[in-house]
């Protein structure tokens, strides 16, 4: 069975959403070029494809494409963290119905992943409980820093142990909407910008203690997890010989082992390296349809990892990613 675990939706109802509502959301729907486009008013627009908005165009790509289920999350430009806490959570529950909808029109191949309101982790807390409780969802999808507040602040931390104690997965995504200072030429922004949002967060989940106080937390880091497990001895050499990485009794290698991580590398010689370093139980397919860095041929890309035994590809092209978010 081949599982996309990263695989992302803009229900129909929230496109309706956000163009009748121009505030708070500041988006736009951009009609006046050869396709239809959604517009930021932070500068970022992108494609509206139509597997984005409709069931049915979702399972006939995933059937051209060759992949049998997917794990469907909202895009992460619907993180509006920005905007008032009341005003997100009420918007992170109507995209949660949405996307519990958009699966429920196949769900022998597609389960929904939600997202949280989390600039207020009380809301937060709230809306995990309703969506794996109402929604039997056991995935959520959230940034790898809330508008610039790292996940491993403190008032965070209920809201990670809650998803551990409920056994869900959660997806990290990096979140922005404009160009990043110092990476605004060559689309560096996502090139550059996006790996380095994961490396940041996942190496501070690391040296915060997240990852030893929580050890049943399931996180799995987008894009293969950045830039950190090709520089992971780093981070292991800066806590022996820097007093201000010395805050964990754990190594971070061996932390770093906890994570899970998406197959999206784009090169078969950095993906191997990837699953040699974490174990095949950890790493899950994976492709950021339909965004134009995505990887169109996944199967492809693990199939030519050299050596990788049949059980490992297996697992990796659906297994872990199906038991992850069952019930």
């Known amino acids: 069975m081949i ?8 229900p129909a109802s929230i496109l309706r959403h956000l163009e009748d509502n121009p505030e708070p959301f500041g988006v736009r ?25 409709a069931p049915e165009e979702k399972l006939r790509q995933l059937d051209r494409r060759g992949i049998d289920a997917a794990i469907i999350s909202p895009s992460p430009t619907l993180f509006f963290y920005r905007i008032a806490p009341e005003a997100e959570a009420a ?32 809301d ?6 309703r969506i794996t409780t109402d929604l039997g969802m056991r995935a959520v999808t959230i940034g790898c820093h809330i508008d610039g507040q790292a996940l491993s602040e403190p008032k965070f931390r209920p809201v990670l142990r809650r998803a551990a ?17 110092g990476l605004e030429k060559y689309y560096l922004t996502n090139l550059i910008g996006n790996p380095l949002d994961t490396a940041v967060m996942a190496a501070d989940l690391i040296f915060g203690g997240v990852m030893d ?13 950045g830039f950190l497990p090709y520089q992971i001895g780093r981070l ?53 349809i339909p965004f134009d860095m995505a990887d169109e041929t996944p199967m492809r890309t693990l199939e030519a990892v050299p050596g990788l035994s049949a059980d490992a590809r297996a697992l990796i092209a659906g297994r872990n990613a199906w038991r992850l978010t069952g019930a």
């Open 3 to 10: 599982v996309d675990a990263h695989n992302h939706v803009i």
């Open 29 to 53: 729907v951009d009609r006046s070029g050869a396709g239809t486009r959604l517009a930021h008013r932070e500068g970022f627009a992108y494609p509206l494809f139509d597997e984005f908005v």
């Open 91 to 122: 918007f992170a529950r109507r995209v949660n119905d949405a996307v519990a909808a958009f699966a429920a029109a196949a769900p022998e191949r597609l389960r929904p992943m939600g997202t949280l309101p989390m600039q207020s982790p009380e």
């Open 124 to 129: 937060a807390l709230a809306e995990l409980d």
């Open 165 to 181: 104690a409920l056994g869900v997965l959660i997806l990290t995504h990096p979140y922005y909407f404009g160009a990043k200072p």
């Open 213 to 225: 106080e929580v050890p049943d937390l399931r996180i799995c880091l987008s894009h293969g997890g």
């Open 236 to 288: 292991v050499h800066g806590r022996t010989v820097r007093r201000e990485a010395q805050t964990i009794p754990s190594s971070p290698k061996d932390l770093l082992k906890r994570f899970y991580f998406d197959t999206i590398t784009h090169d078969a010689a950095a993906l191997g390296y990837l699953i040699d370093l974490v174990g095949a139980r950890q790493v899950l397919l994976g492709t950021d």
